[in-house]
């Protein structure tokens, strides 16, 4: 069974810091990554893609893809009261399923 | 506006009653899938279709249909709802497969008693 974990947080920063959320995926296949956010109730926005190994930065997020080691990770700097919500990280399978980790929770305190 | 759109937005129903969450897109995409999500076990693919008339099962496929006789509708079937269905589901669709980035509907939330 293809798995993409994530520590469940909550993580707790205070405004202005950085936020460093992180994932590991088992299908050493996957290709493509994506990070979304979800607030309680609504549903997934994609925040960043990344597809190659290294660093892709987008504004305050900047998502970094290591697939030696399996690892995919998103940084968050200057966080925001507006950041709190739920980080959801998925990995493509085969090109056709989509897998996601069960997601951490960030909160940002002003 | 591109957009994925999904009904009912909420839902109370019976045990064994038939009912469809329908879901239609907008962006001429290719790729649609339905996910349920439950406290503690995150997303789940229900299933997922690569285009017209291509539709195959995701983690979680027992107890639901799909058809996919259109490129935009996506339609999820619960035929005989059971208690344990009652969830947060998700329509997803991308241009094509699940190495592209996916656009969800706002989701339905569905209650079987």
């Known amino acids: 069974q293809k798995e993409v974990e994530q520590n469940s947080g909550p993580l707790s920063v205070p405004e202005g810091a950085i936020a460093s959320l992180n994932c590991t995926y088992s299908?050493?296949?996957?290709?493509?990554f994506f990070w979304y956010r979800q607030y309680s109730g609504k549903s997934p926005e994609l925040i960043m893609s990344i597809y190659s190994n290294g660093d892709k930065e987008d504004g305050r997020f900047t998502a970094q893809l290591n697939k030696a080691s399996q690892y995919v990770s998103l940084l968050i700097r200057d966080s925001q009261p507006s950041d709190s919500a739920t980080y959801l990280c998925a990995a493509n399978q085969a090109g056709t399923a989509l897998i996601f980790g069960k997601g951490t929770t960030l909160s940002v305190s002003s | 506006e591109a957009q994925v759109t999904q009904n009912p937005r909420y839902l109370i129903t019976v045990t064994g009653k038939k009912l469809t969450v329908t879901c239609s897109q907008n962006m001429n995409h290719e790729y649609m899938s339905w996910y349920r999500q439950d406290p503690g076990l995150g997303l789940r693919q229900i299933y997922y279709s690569m285009n017209v008339e291509v539709t195959d099962k995701g983690d979680v496929p027992e107890g639901y249909k799909v058809s996919r006789k259109e490129k935009r509708n996506f339609p999820l079937i619960l035929e005989s709802p059971s208690p344990n269905q009652t969830s947060l589901y998700f329509c997803?669709?991308?241009?094509?497969?699940?190495?592209?980035?996916?656009?969800f509907g706002d989701g339905t939330r569905l209650s079987i008693l």
């Open positions: 997803a669709s991308s241009f094509s497969g699940g190495n592209q980035p996916q656009h």
């Open positions: 299908d050493r296949g996957s290709q493509s």
